[in-house]
């Protein structure tokens, strides 16, 4: 069997003298090629549990894995080049081009100019924003849709195995939103990255992942395919969750079948 790309193992955060922990005992893993989403209310724990995988926040206990590996046996540098990471809001430099954002991590691992170039080249062609139109404009002369490729393309620069997603697409227009969610899982199974995506929103992460993990409180309340959650979810919290979902698709289903009235002109 592969080894997992990223393993959790009773992993623990407290923040300051809080009596209860933000994270408490997550154990989750992450497969090779596999999309796992982990979905939560607000402030369940979701971007600790992310920031803890490439140690932006040291765990009070318990350990992650990537590629088997124990992240605390790794430097930091060397660890956040085999993950990359794109969050909401992008996080560009402002006064840096669209090819110097890309590349920056490129240049901090010490490629040569000629390197970088070519490759910056070669990713904006992935996220579909040829380098001879785009390399050279601001953060600023982009739409928010062109912004988020170009937070993915500076993700994938250093051609990770395994990237982390902080609700990349939250901060985008429903059809932007969907456009670039398509193109995401098509890059994704192209690249077979492995993936884990932090999101609030249930419908995204019934569409995009393989598992769900849902996070209540700092814990795990349920790992599971969106099928089984849908299915069998475990108690009545992931029952609420999923249930969003569940109404939109049969109201979406009785509306084409006419047994609803409400919808016509
Ligand atoms: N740097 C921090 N210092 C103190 N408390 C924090 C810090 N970061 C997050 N928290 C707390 O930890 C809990 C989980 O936060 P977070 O992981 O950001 O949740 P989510 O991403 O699910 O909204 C929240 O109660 C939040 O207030
Ligand atoms: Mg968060």
Redesign the pocket.
């Known amino acids: 069997m592969r080894v997992p790309a990223i393993e959790l193992i009773a992993l623990t955060?407290c923040?300051?003298n809080?009596d209860?922990p933000?994270?408490k005992s997550v154990d989750l893993s992450v497969a090779q090629g596999e999309v796992l989403a982990i979905v939560?209310?607000?402030?369940?724990?979701?971007?600790?549990?992310?920031?803890m995988i490439n140690r932006l926040?040291e765990p009070t206990s318990g350990s992650v894995k990537v590629m088997g590996e124990d992240v605390t046996n790794v430097d930091p540098v060397g660890l956040r080049r085999s993950i990359g990471y794109a969050f909401q809001g992008v996080g560009l430099f402002p006064h840096m081009t669209v090819g110097q954002n890309v590349g920056v991590t490129l240049q901090l691992l010490g490629w040569t100019k000629e390197s970088i170039v070519e490759r910056v080249s070669e990713l904006l062609a992935m996220v579909d924003l040829p380098a001879p139109e785009y390399r050279d404009r601001l953060p600023s002369e982009l739409s928010g849709g062109q912004q988020q490729r170009v937070g993915f393309a500076r993700a994938l620069a250093s051609s990770p195995q395994a990237i982390l997603m902080?609700e990349p697409f939250g901060a985008l227009d429903p059809i932007t939103r969907d456009a670039l969610q398509q193109e995401f899982r098509s890059l994704q199974k192209k690249l077979e990255l492995s993936v884990v995506l932090?999101t609030?929103d249930m419908s995204e992460a019934v569409l995009l992942a393989d598992r769900i993990a849902v996070?209540h409180k700092?814990e795990l309340a349920q790992v599971a395919s969106p099928r089984v959650l849908l299915t069998s979810p475990i108690n009545e919290y992931v029952a609420q969750l999923i249930d969003t979902p569940r109404r939109h698709s049969d109201f979406i289903e009785s509306l084409l079948h006419g047994s609803v009235a409400g919808g016509e002109p």
């Not at 939560?40 to 920031?51: P, Q, Y």
């Open positions: 955060k923040f300051g809080s209860e933000a994270v939560g209310g607000s402030g369940s724990g979701k971007t600790t549990t992310l920031k926040i902080d932090v609030h996070m700092g």
